[in-house]
């Protein structure tokens, strides 16, 4: 499916901790505008300072490079003192604000056909840009990385030419990348529905010694406007205004940041609604930072030109984050009678059937729009889809005969997504509601891949969503299986999702085997899957960019074990549920359980037999 949109004494380099590590983890951090239990920033940087010395005389090459390497991933305070180790070119071209992320350790040795050359072999995982933009490298292979020395005859060896034409930047270890950089979320508003979206843009900041600094630099990045792949798509409430100082942001005893920006601006020239929605932006923006739960945004006089609402507020009317406090109630089809029914993870189910009692439904999405709960149910047939109220006995709504219907998806917008599959070829569909159920699903073009569109799940922006596609050729149901956060083209004549305009794309590169996909709240997706042959099937959290989501407590890859034999997976809030086959024949049933981050295990639901299980979000 091809084609173009329509638009739009020195640090010692800690050891490995390998991507995506198994076993079960803690809850992680910075997943979430979380409006409950907010945490003070959750960067994990080192406590102990270590001022390394500058380059001697008598240094030789080998440690001049090594003594390089180190101090630059040492203190950011150190920068002038690595600046020492090099000269020319080399001074003039290193950026040590660019991050090159490897996955282990390795010593520099010469290289024997070159004279003053030497080499540092290692595998490179990722990189992350100056601007904070994490980009994962998809076929990871051991590399070497070329230095070059000159002898000025007074002081000794310096380093002349840096790798990759000296855009090297500063080299670290997973772990000690994980130790020393947090993810953020740059919150932007969607252009088609500013008053109901807005989309995070995930970057990695180096971890700063106060939330004021951390926001500072948060609000200057915002500032700066959106990356080239929102591509209009999204961007500032308040064009062209900028931050008044270098100590712009300043964080009152009740909590509320004051961002100061230069007058005259875009507010004072129009209508401080721009401005206050702006507050909500930077808000959103500083979701993580414990400090932090409203935002002024003032002149250099101290005006205030705008409020943000409460985070509460912000989070549900941009329909951003989740509600981590949020009770595990869901719906699911029961594995007896395929009715629709509904479980608050406490009491025992009820049944909150779609029209009659005596229909039978094969899947089941769930959504919240305008304050009315909506089903979207297709058939045990797989060809009939309908819309309808739970716990309504109203004939449901026939709004799509089709050929095989699956993976039904809500934006939280009034959006229904879902794949109708006509002799092997998946083609693709959105379905309005926004002005009742009569309107017809569209067909939606898919740029960017020539593998067949297998999988969808759509974030609650509707702006993005997230398809998992097979290789060029690929018969539907076969590996291997890769995955691209696309972005949607609401044109008036025809909707597109354009795979090749993405964060970073493929944010998962051909895994042996990928069966399920949900977005956890709109900053990060949960992956149920295998990345090679060799590994166990597991739930993989990822950043939209591809990097892991990492725990808090030990910077782990968030990776948890599911029950044998999951066919899906829903997660919302501090709840995560999986469902699973008991086995084949007869006897075999279809169960739902809930994962306990406390206990890091599964656990049992009292009562709940299913399928299907779906939260209203």
Known sequence: MNGIPTRRVILVLVPLIVLFTGGCVSLPANTAVNSVSKQANTGSGSDVRIWPQ??????????????????????????????????????????????????????????????????LNGTEVATVSDTGVYQPVQNPQSTSYRFHVVDDGKNGYRIDELP?????????????????????YLYYVNQDY????????????????????????????LLDGPPDWLNGAAGIATPQIALAAQNAVVIGPDDTALVSVKSPNYCTAHTKAACSQLADELLATFSSLGSINRVKVVDGAGAVLGTSLSVDDVMTDYHIGVV???APAFYYLDSVNQRVTYSDGHDAPLTEQVGSNDRKYGQLAVTSFRRQTIAAVVDSTG???????????????????????????????????????????????????????????QLVNVYGTDGVVQQLSVAPDGLRIAVVYGAPGAVVGTGPYSLAIGIVDDAAAQISINLDFGINQPVVNQWTNIVDADWHGSQSLAVLGAPQQSSPLAIYELNPDGSPVVSSSD??????????????????????????STGQGATASEEIELYSFIGGAWVELSGVHGTSPSYVD
């Open 54 to 119: 500058g380059p001697t005389p008598a240094d030789r090459p080998e440690a001049i490079v090594e003594g390089f390497l180190q101090t630059a991933a040492s203190d950011p305070s150190n920068v002038d003192i690595a600046k020492a180790y090099l000269t020319g070119d080399a001074l003039k071209n290193w950026d040590p604000d660019k991050v090159v992320v490897f996955s282990e350790e390795s010593s520099v040795t010469p290289i024997a056909s070159e004279a003053a050359a030497l080499q």
């Open 555 to 580: 910077l782990n890859a968030v990776i948890i074990n599911p029950p044998s034999s999951a066919t899906g997976i829903e997660w919302s809030g501090n709840t995560l549920l999986a469902s699973y």
């Open 164 to 184: 990759l034409g000296g855009d090297f930047g500063i080299p670290l270890t997973q772990e000690a990348f994980r130790s020393d950089y947090t993810t953020y």
């Open 194 to 221: 500013p008053a109901e979206s807005m989309i995070p843009v995930p970057v990695y900041l180096r971890t700063q010694s106060s939330d004021a600094a951390t926001a500072q630099s948060l609000a200057g990045a």
């Open 383 to 441: 060809t009939k889809l309908y819309l309808g109220v739970p716990g309504s006995t109203d004939p449901p709504v026939l709004v799509q005969t089709g050929h095989k219907i699956s993976w039904l998806t809500w934006d939280a917008l009034g959006h229904l997504w879902f794949l109708d599959t006509e002799g092997g070829i998946p083609s693709v569909y959105r379905l309005d509601i926004t002005n009742g159920f009569q309107a017809k699903p």
């Open 324 to 326: 981590t406090s949020k």
